[in-house]
């Protein structure tokens, strides 16, 4: 099994093929038993959600980089070729501080939407406390856009951008997350179509996921406080 993967790996190698391999069972599992809306069934929607983020670290964060540990002889070099470094800085805090207002705009825009206001937070009894929000809020950003965009903007995409091209890659990145946002609101699916070709190119310009992330999860993280404000003035 191992020679015909080395034979058939492609320009990444093996680790990069067993990343993919492991993905498409992470993204399986992610859409259909550990989606939050399947926990939810027999949990409390809180406890459902984190577990869902949980399960979205462990599957596209911690088990993708422990195989390419367990099978790179060059695991840091691999990781960065992943996006996992800061590249090319200087343009990548200029294009994240450019594009945070936009971030925070776009989440203040969203918030006023009815459809995203029955969709976000993702559990609403995060809104029940100060305490409970910021706590939600650093496991919404670690623990699911962290992984998100390690996958997207740096697994799905800048190894195949000299493998297939930049116009491939990124096509092949927008796709499948905006496929994974089916069931949200239609303003936010045609949105992340848009925003995945926007962030991928941030990531290709600078060779790093991680201004990406910075733009994304302002987004969603500015979505969830206004209406967790929003929230809060309706309370008597």
Request: proline share 6%; net charge positive.
């Amino acid at each position: 099994m191992a020679t015909w993967l080395e034979r058939t790996a492609g320009p990444g190698g093996l680790p990069l093929a067993l990343v993919y391999l492991e993905l498409i069972l992470a993204l399986t599992f992610l859409t259909t038993g550990l989606h939050f809306r399947a926990l939810r069934k027999t949990r409390d929607e809180l406890t459902a959600v984190r577990m869902y983020f949980l399960a979205f670290f462990v599957l596209l964060l911690a088990i993708p980089c422990s195989l390419v540990f367990l099978t790179s002889s060059g695991p840091w070099a691999a990781l960065a070729s992943f996006g996992w470094t800061f590249g090319r800085a200087g343009l990548g805090f200029a294009l994240a501080g450019a594009g945070l207002p936009l971030a925070v705009l776009a989440g203040f825009v969203g918030s006023r939407d009815p459809e995203m206001q029955k969709m976000y937070p993702f559990a609403k009894a995060a809104c029940g406390s100060i305490r409970t929000f910021v706590g939600y809020e650093l496991s919404y950003l670690f623990l699911y856009y962290l992984p998100w965009e390690f996958v997207f903007r740096g697994v799905l995409f800048l190894p195949l951008v000299p493998a297939v091209g930049l116009i491939p890659a990124l096509t092949i990145q927008t796709v499948i997350s905006t496929l994974l946002h089916i069931g949200h609101p239609d303003t936010e699916i045609f949105a992340a179509a848009g925003a995945g070709l926007v962030f991928g190119l941030i990531a290709w310009a600078t060779g790093s996921f991680l201004y990406p992330l910075v733009l994304h999860a302002a987004t969603g993280i500015a979505t969830d406080t206004f209406l967790f404000l929003r929230r809060g003035q309706r309370t008597p």
